[in-house]
């Protein structure tokens, strides 16, 4: 059995214990030992189910941990996921029993899936993504690492995300859009052809602001 990290102890930590519980393999081959997180106030703490076990740089990795990540914005989940696996962290993905995965997507380590949620046939995801609840991906796409997915999107067929790109709640794409690395798509926000790297949209049609 190994013993589950979670890496931020904040609203995405406190929702994505709840989450591992009904996911593939909890109470078979992992369980839930704690937190760990930078910034570990006592307010913070105490809303948590599990033990926070101070800050990532101070905490010792013990042979049977395993980690998943719970930090949603995609630059500083990059830096957090860099630093523990330089420290030998070895990453687990957490995909809830509620969600589909089409048997032909290929996708990286350390993926999170969350309730209800989808990933169509012949799609490719990057490691450490984030899909949160009733979100879909279509068939045919491409995402690229460290890139986070909130609740309610919806990633139409075709579409080519880049590496470290933020999704807001309910924002989509339409079928062969295209979204350079580090975009912010705010919620709500429909994205018709392309992003630029780099760029905050918002709106329908997404418009840089």
């Not at 989808?118 to 796409?141: A, K, M, P, Q, T």
């Not at 470290?164 to 979204?179: L, M, N, S, Y």
Request: hydrophobic residues 35%.
């Amino acid at each position: 059995m190994k013993h589950l990290i979670i890496a931020g102890a904040g609203e995405f930590g406190r929702e994505l214990y709840w989450t591992v519980q009904e996911s593939k393999g909890f109470g078979i081959e992992f369980d839930i030992k704690g937190y760990i997180d930078d910034n570990p106030d006592q307010e913070k703490i105490s809303k948590l189910q599990k033990p926070c076990f101070g800050t990532i740089d101070k905490y010792k990795i013990e042979e049977d941990d395993v980690f998943t990540c719970a930090i949603a914005n995609p630059s500083t989940r990059e830096i957090v996921i860099k630093k523990l696996v330089e420290k030998g962290a070895e990453f687990i993905d957490i995909i809830h029993d509620s969600s589909i995965i089409h048997g032909s997507v290929k996708y990286g380590k350390g993926l999170i899936v969350s309730p209800f949620s989808i990933i169509g046939d012949g799609s490719i995801v990057g490691e450490y993504v984030v899909l949160n609840g009733f979100s879909g991906i279509g068939h045919d796409c491409i995402i690229g690492d460290y890139t986070c997915i909130m609740s309610q999107c919806d990633i139409t067929g075709h579409t080519e995300i880049g590496k470290k790109v933020f999704f807001g709640g309910g924002a989509r794409t339409i079928p062969k859009a295209k979204i350079g690395d580090e975009a912010y798509i705010g919620a709500g926000s429909v994205v018709l052809r392309k992003v630029k790297a780099g760029t905050k949209v918002f709106g329908n049609p997404a418009k840089a602001i």
